[in-house]
């Protein structure tokens, strides 16, 4: 397999694996015993129900909280990621909920920022040309890179967000709840993008509560509850699997309703 680069793609050792990580935080167990393996070229979805560990699993691989057990390898190599500078260093890029832009700055400030080009003598026509070049790799609606943040949509601003961690070259890139707060349009656009990224040959994580999102972009849907794994499905497994896996119910909203439509429509074809 080869990214749209041309340059292959290895699908025989993953990127990133997790193996009985664990985080307690005083009393409070946060994760237990997770495994978690992300290849080249895949897009993997967390989810599960608020509490579930999702935010604290991501922190983990960002390096703003080390775990209290078990491993972490990148490339086959186990790695010790006690700082977020450490996690960049391995190539694991992370764009939070918040986003974290500057809405006073133009995009190309944004896209640079802490990682500008001569610092003591800002090259802005390389740093221009740069995130154009980037911008259009990525097929970003943006309509002008020196146009102020504050001026751009939601989806827009995730754009920016996205494409400014992938200055640094990452092999794995986490985003959390992507989409949210964003229209039809704007989702439907970050969807495209994430798509470009795996085809660059990236790994991706994403943390979504919408599942028709998940299902969209996802080649794996990795199931979180109260910490702990409870389930890898793919993208065509059904609602109900999802949803028992999430809240640990099997009688549940879902279920009912799944289970009404089969009665209704056994009784329309029934004589």
Same mark, same amino acid.
């Given at each position: 397999?080869?990214?749209?680069?041309?340059?292959?793609?290895?699908?025989?050792?993953?990127?990133?694996?997790?193996?009985?990580?664990?985080?307690?935080?005083?009393?409070?167990?946060?994760?237990?015993?997770?495994?978690?393996?992300?290849?080249?070229?895949?897009?993997?979805?967390?989810?599960?129900?608020?509490?579930?560990?999702?935010?604290?699993?991501?922190?983990?691989?960002?390096?703003?909280?080390?775990?209290?057990?078990?491993?972490?390898?990148?490339?086959?190599?186990?790695?010790?990621?006690?700082?977020?500078?450490?996690?960049?260093?391995?190539?694991?890029?992370?764009?939070?909920?918040?986003?974290?832009?500057?809405?006073?700055?133009?995009?190309?400030?944004?896209?640079?920022?802490?990682?500008?080009?001569?610092?003591?003598?800002?090259?802005?026509?390389?740093?221009?040309?740069?995130?154009?070049?980037?911008?259009?790799? +990525?097929?970003?609606? %943006?309509?002008?890179?020196? =146009? /102020?943040? *504050?001026? #751009?949509?939601?989806? &827009?601003?995730?754009? @920016?967000?996205?494409?400014?961690?992938?200055? +640094?070259?990452?092999? %794995?890139?986490?985003?959390? =709840? /992507?989409? *949210?707060? #964003?229209?039809?349009? &704007?989702?439907?656009? @970050?969807?495209?993008?994430?798509?470009?990224?795996?085809?660059?040959?990236?790994?991706?994580?994403?943390?979504?509560?919408?599942?028709?999102?998940?299902?969209?972009?996802?080649?794996?849907?990795?199931?979180?509850?109260?910490?702990?794994?409870?389930?890898?499905?793919?993208?065509?497994?059904?609602?109900?699997?999802?949803?028992?896996?999430?809240?640990?119910?099997?009688?549940?909203?879902?279920?009912?309703?799944?289970?009404?439509?089969?009665?209704?429509?056994?009784?329309?074809?029934?004589?």
């Amino acid at each position: 397999m080869v990214n749209e680069q041309g340059a292959a793609i290895d699908k025989a050792q993953p990127i990133l694996q997790l193996s009985k990580i664990s985080k307690s935080f005083g009393a409070v167990s946060a994760l237990t015993d997770i495994d978690l393996e992300i290849y080249a070229g895949e897009v993997v979805a967390l989810v599960g129900d608020n509490g579930a560990g999702k935010s604290t699993l991501v922190k983990i691989l960002a390096s703003v909280h080390l775990p209290t057990s078990g491993t972490v390898a990148f490339e086959g190599r186990e790695v010790n990621l006690d700082s977020p500078g450490k996690a960049l260093e391995y190539g694991i890029a992370t764009v939070f909920q918040d986003l974290a832009l500057c809405e006073n700055l133009d995009v190309v400030a944004n896209l640079f920022l802490g990682h500008e080009i001569s610092a003591w003598q800002l090259d802005e026509i390389a740093m221009e040309v740069r995130a154009w070049t980037l911008l259009q790799e +990525l097929a970003a609606r %943006i309509p002008s890179v020196r =146009e /102020p943040v *504050a001026s #751009l949509s939601g989806g &827009q601003r995730q754009t @920016v967000a996205i494409a400014r961690s992938l200055l +640094l070259n990452p092999k %794995i890139v986490m985003l959390d =709840e /992507p989409t *949210a707060a #964003l229209g039809v349009a &704007q989702t439907a656009e @970050v969807l495209n993008l994430i798509e470009r990224i795996r085809a660059r040959g990236l790994g991706v994580i994403i943390i979504s509560h919408n599942m028709e999102d998940v299902r969209a972009v996802a080649d794996r849907i990795v199931v979180l509850r109260l910490g702990r794994n409870t389930g890898i499905f793919t993208p065509d497994a059904s609602n109900q699997e999802l949803v028992a896996a999430i809240t640990g119910a099997t009688e549940n909203a879902v279920s009912r309703r799944v289970e009404r439509k089969s009665q209704q429509n056994q009784r329309g074809v029934s004589p």
